[in-house]
T-cell receptor, first 117, second 113 residues
């Protein structure tokens, strides 16, 4: 079974600075998807960014980018120019791309990000 | 476009009571999911459905039941509520293409006392 590990329960960053959240995963599959979800205090689960394992290019979405290291099974999230609204729990998630599967997500335990003004 | 709608948002139950958490989506998605999120933890899959009439167990199905009679609705039923079921419950849906992400509802906070 696949597992996702987020080794940083909490992180903090100064407003306008850059922070990197770590995620590692374990799988025997070669094709899969990786996601970062943001959960603010409102409790919503908001998709931040996704990466398809067969793509070598790292995904970017405005101030958010990932460092995807397939061989190392590492998928870190970099937030540039941090804003107060970035404060939230961040979850890393894995999904198999096997055809006919459940396409369920496997989540890490999350990293709580605090942004200091 | 409402997306995924969950009701209720909050509920307090007594031990042994039963209730149904409602989930509906208006995106014509085949895949639907129920997750629970315990304090300080990530989401864990309870049940999922790949289409109307088809459901299957996830990681933590004990104490729950689901049905999927229509594409839009995927209710989660708790029978004989126990304190261990105190959690936040999320419903999600996903379209049929592999590269599509899951869309989440806003969650239901359930306390069992």
């Amino acid at each position: 079974a696949q597992t996702v590990t987020q080794s940083q329960p909490e992180m903090s960053v100064q407003e306008a600075e850059t922070v990197t959240l770590s995620c590692t995963y374990d799988t025997s599959e070669s094709d899969y998807y990786l996601f970062w979800y943001k959960q603010p205090p409102s409790r919503q689960m908001i998709l931040v960014i996704r990466q398809e394992a067969y793509k070598q290019q790292n995904a970017t979405e405005n101030r958010f980018s990932v460092n995807f290291q397939k061989a190392a099974k590492s998928f870190s999230l970099k937030i540039s120019d941090s804003q107060l609204g970035d404060a939230a729990m961040y979850f890393c998630a894995y999904r198999s791309s096997s055809q006919g599967g459940s396409e369920k997500l496997v989540f890490g335990k999350g990293t709580k990000l605090t942004v200091n003004p | 476009n409402a997306g995924v709608t969950q009701t209720p948002k909050f509920r307090i139950l007594k031990i042994g009571q039963s209730m149904t958490l409602q989930c509906t989506q208006d995106m014509n998605h085949n895949y639907m999911y129920w997750y629970r999120q315990d304090p300080g933890m990530g989401l864990k899959l309870i049940y999922y459905s790949v289409g109307a009439g088809i459901t299957d167990k996830g990681e933590v199905p004990n104490g729950y039941n689901v049905s999927r009679s229509t594409t839009e609705d995927f209710p989660l039923r708790l029978e004989l509520a126990a304190p261990s079921q105190t959690s936040v419950y999320f419903c999600a849906s996903k379209g049929g293409y592999s590269n599509q992400p899951q869309h989440f509802g806003d969650g239901t906070r359930l306390s069992i006392l």
